[in-house]
């Protein structure tokens, strides 16, 4: 009666849990932090995974899982289309290359995300070319870095929004023709940029927000005809940018704030 009665409570002690980490995942608004609030059973991993949007990563050395536990559970998320998350943390090149190369289930992963991530950016290279989505936001990239990920020829949403690009790295992703969503605020692109960007002929989400590329740069992405959401915002457009950008009639949400329209 003593076994059973201890099974039962176990039982029951996890049920709770199971309930307890369900309510912290509707406080996390779609994110799920894996695994510092998960445990060992994969039942754990499915209820916190299958929920959220987005798989937070926290590496290794910060918990008592092994790798091959953490690739178990990332397998559920890469199976369900989730956005594999790096926010905020530090890379080592064996994690990097063991993530993203290799055979199997690993090398089909199609949504990552990283913001104000440290890592060997000569590893971008690695990155599969399964990916779909891809964010990079505040991870001190540049021109060189974007010559890595020309080969993600299946990417339809880029976030590079605050790094250090410039026209030269606007060029390179001019490559990746899929692109239906970019986004390069704060990447100092210039007008030279935007008349690169303007090859994306497929874009129909695009944010450039304080990149600098004046009437002229407005000019070029006039030309980008499917677009329905654009923010321009805090580029010195003018009001000959304006007029050009008058053109766009697909738009239903524009931005063109802090540009000096009508000597404003």
């Not at 070029?220 to 499917?226: H, P």
Request: aromatic letters at 8%; a negative charge; glycine letters at 6%.
């Amino acid at each position: 009666m003593i076994s059973i009665h201890f099974k039962f409570m176990k039982n029951l002690s996890r049920l709770m849990y199971s309930v307890v980490l369900a309510s912290q995942l509707v406080c996390l608004s779609s994110y799920a932090t894996f695994p510092e609030v998960v445990g060992d059973d994969p039942s754990i991993f499915e209820l916190v995974i299958v929920p959220a949007k987005f798989l937070h990563y926290s590496s290794t050395h910060q918990n008592r899982f092994s790798l091959d536990q953490i690739k178990n559970a990332i397998s559920i998320a890469v199976e369900k289309g989730k956005i594999f998350d790096f926010s905020q943390e530090t890379i080592s090149d064996e994690e990097f290359i063991d993530f993203f190369t290799g055979d199997g289930l690993y090398s089909k992963i199609t949504k990552l995300s990283f913001s104000q991530v440290s890592f060997n950016h000569e590893l971008l290279s690695h990155l599969p070319v399964s990916l779909a989505y891809l964010r990079f936001r505040l991870c001190d990239l540049n021109a060189e870095d974007l010559q890595r990920l020309t080969h993600l020829t299946n990417l339809i949403t880029l976030d590079l929004s605050g790094n250090e690009i410039g026209a030269a790295g606007a060029a390179s992703i001019a490559a990746l023709t899929q692109l239906t969503s970019l986004d390069l605020s704060r990447n100092e692109i210039g007008a030279a940029g935007a008349a690169s960007i303007a090859a994306l002929t497929q874009l129909t989400s695009l944010h450039l927000s304080r990149n600098e590329i004046g009437a002229a740069g407005a000019a070029s992405i006039a030309a980008l005809t499917q677009l329905t959401s654009l923010d321009l915002s805090g580029n010195n457009i003018g009001d000959a940018g304006a007029a050009s950008i008058a053109a766009l009639t697909q738009l239903t949400s524009l931005d063109l704030s802090q540009n000096k329209i009508g000597g404003a």
